[in-house]
T-cell receptor
């Protein structure tokens, strides 16, 4: 079983729609969780960290469910510029170490 | 932008030849990583380093070795390149600043083709 699993999509949604991605992880001891964004032929960049209490950054909301071992990303009022691949990232390092493992990514296309 | 540089950016090599990719950082970050990215697989961790001379394997380490003799440099070596190692390779750096307060910065990637 993979450490981090995502639905690869692709997701094709109209502009203005709300879209949600889920990601599951296998290591129950994982402490840190993130969503990264990757544009075509570019390097990944941090979109947001995911906290236990859930967190929001503008149109983006991230949630963590430790009991079920999944994290989610919600994008509201989607824009054309949101088209990208979204990568779920889990730190599986122990005792404060950082070993970052990525999901395979979910491709999102926002259509005009 | 974080000071992280990968070299070379593009390389074509023949099967069976050794290849070394270099990752150089100017951020003095403790952690450095090598990933490969292939269609349908996302980014897969090859090796990572948690300090000078301290490295550990990732999920796809077979056929690869790494070395970190200085904080700023992390080398990835393919001892005998195979066509299955054709991929885009990304280096990343990070530093621990508490749980949830970590950002990994990536280099621009190296496109390696083994023919």
């Amino acid at each position: 079983r993979k450490e981090v699993e995502q639905d690869p999509g692709p997701f094709n949604v109209p502009e203005g729609a709300t879209v949600a991605f889920n990601c599951t992880y296998s290591n129950s001891a994982s402490q840190s969780f993130f969503w990264y964004r990757q544009d075509c032929r570019k390097e990944p960049k941090l979109l947001m960290s995911v906290y236990s209490s859930g967190n929001e950054d503008g149109r983006f909301t991230a949630q963590l469910n430790r009991a079920s071992q999944y994290i989610s990303l919600l994008i509201r009022d989607s824009k054309l510029s949101d088209s990208a691949t979204y990568l779920c990232v889990v730190n599986i390092g122990i005792q404060g170490a950082q070993k970052l493992v990525f999901g395979q990514g979910t491709r999102l296309t926002i259509n005009p | 932008d974080a000071g992280i540089t990968q070299s070379p950016r593009h390389k074509v090599t023949e099967t069976g030849t050794p290849v070394t990719l270099r990752c150089h950082q100017t951020e003095n970050h403790r952690y450095m990583y090598w990933y490969r990215q292939d269609p349908g697989h996302g980014l897969r961790l090859i090796h990572y380093s948690y300090g000078v001379k301290d490295t550990d394997k990732g999920e796809v380490s077979d056929g690869y070795s790494v070395s970190r003799s200085k904080t700023e440099d992390f080398l990835l070596t393919l001892e005998s390149a195979t066509s299955s190692q054709t991929s885009v390779y990304f280096c990343a750096i990070s530093e621990s600043r508490g749980i949830g307060n970590t950002e990994a910065f990536f280099g621009q990637g190296t496109r390696l083709t083994v023919v």
